[in-house]
């Protein structure tokens, strides 16, 4: 599976950005999917999952409410919706996909990521 992220950018504090992952290659409607971010100096941390069939989420407790991640299993494409962001979701985002969904948290168990995005939010 290859992963392309885009739709970072900057945006003031209380916007809004939508994040997207393009993938191909294998099925990708048999992995699940997940947004990590690492901000300035810190490691990568989980931000949202998604499962296959996209029934199935968990966001991290700093952007429960605020963030949404979707996904179009036709289109072979993953969103992450963030509204109401704050200067503290300043990081650089990846799109990753994994065969299951164990340890979702953990970036090691993801086996495969996109790029990149950098979102900055000014204050």
């Known amino acids: 599976v290859q992963l392309q992220a885009s739709g970072g950018g900057l945006v003031q504090a209380g916007g809004s950005l939508r994040l997207s992952c393009a993938a191909s290659?294998?099925?990708?409607?048999?992995?699940?999917a997940g947004w990590f971010r690492q901000g300035p100096g810190k490691e990568r941390e989980f931000v949202a999952y998604i499962n296959w069939g996209g029934g199935g989420t968990n966001y991290a407790d700093s952007v429960k409410g605020r963030f949404t991640v979707s996904r179009d299993n036709a289109k072979n494409t993953v969103h992450l919706r963030m509204d109401s962001l704050k200067p503290e979701d300043t990081a650089v985002y990846y799109c990753a996909a994994q065969f299951g969904g164990q340890d979702y948290w953990r970036p090691s168990a993801w086996g495969y990521w996109g790029q990149g995005t950098l979102v900055t939010v000014s204050s």
């Open positions: 290659g294998r099925s990708f409607r048999n992995y699940s």
